[in-house]
């Protein structure tokens, strides 16, 4: 599986965009990127994923660049409740394993 | 609502006694996952289950078992073999969409103390 690098944390403050990247160069073709988030001693809520194309769903807008080798997961308006852990995470769409390993993620603080 | 269910939400143990995670889930999903995580560290794999009666090792595996006996249920006995168990575990399912996409859906998490 590709492996990511994300920035360890970031800051934001409340109303604007949240924009965290995710490096993955050595992704494959056949590798979507998902994008988790885990507010502080909860289970980790999926955000969104995609492949090739930007995605946008009431959560979140995923872009990602034409050589797929980074990605950015924006929050078009921040909130406190946005603050949490943020992870990339990228694995293929079809295996014979469904291994699927996180990173240590994005800690995002959204400031008042 | 479908969902996972995990229990104990808390749990204390004494030093060398075994202690079984509970982990349902009602979503019909064929995958189930086990995570720990460790205070300010990300999730690590310790075992995995594709379908019923069949299940692989994580990253770290060692110390603890698993079983797969019904497509609803994926229990975690924390063994005394264990070395450090005082954690947060984790249970994920998933399906793999039509899409070729694969979603994880995750409980609530089951915190684990050793005394």
């Known amino acids: 599986d590709a492996k990511t690098t994300q920035p360890p944390s970031m800051d934001c403050a409340e109303g604007r965009a949240a924009n965290l990247p995710c490096n993955h160069s050595?992704?494959?073709?056949?590798?979507?990127v998902y994008w988790y988030r885990q507010i502080h001693s909860q289970g980790p809520q999926y955000i969104i994923h995609g492949l090739k194309n930007n995605e946008t769903n009431e959560m979140a807008s995923l872009i990602i660049t034409e050589d797929r080798k980074s990605s950015t997961l924006i929050l078009p308006h921040a909130t406190l409740r946005d603050t949490a852990v943020y992870y990339c995470?990228?694995?293929?769409?079809?295996?014979?394993?469904?291994?699927?390993?996180f990173g240590t993620g994005t800690r995002l603080k959204v400031l008042a | 609502d479908g969902g996972i269910t995990q229990s104990p939400k808390y749990l204390f143990r004494k030093e060398g006694q075994n202690v079984t995670l509970s982990c349902e889930q009602n979503l019909n999903h064929d995958a189930m996952y086990w995570y720990r995580q460790d205070p300010g560290q990300g999730l690590r794999l310790i075992y995995y289950?594709?379908?019923?009666?069949?299940?692989q090792k994580g990253d770290i595996a060692e110390g603890y078992s698993v079983s797969r006996e019904k497509k609803e249920s994926f229990p975690l006995t924390v063994t005394s073999a264990q070395k450090n168990p005082t954690a947060f575990y984790l249970c994920a399912s998933s399906i793999v969409q039509a899409s070729g996409a694969n979603v994880l859906t995750f409980g609530a998490g089951s915190r684990l103390t050793v005394l």
């Open positions: 995470i990228v694995r293929p769409y079809t295996s014979g394993t469904y291994k699927y390993i």
């Open positions: 289950s594709q379908i019923v009666n069949d299940f």
């Open positions: 050595t992704i494959s073709g056949n590798e979507y």
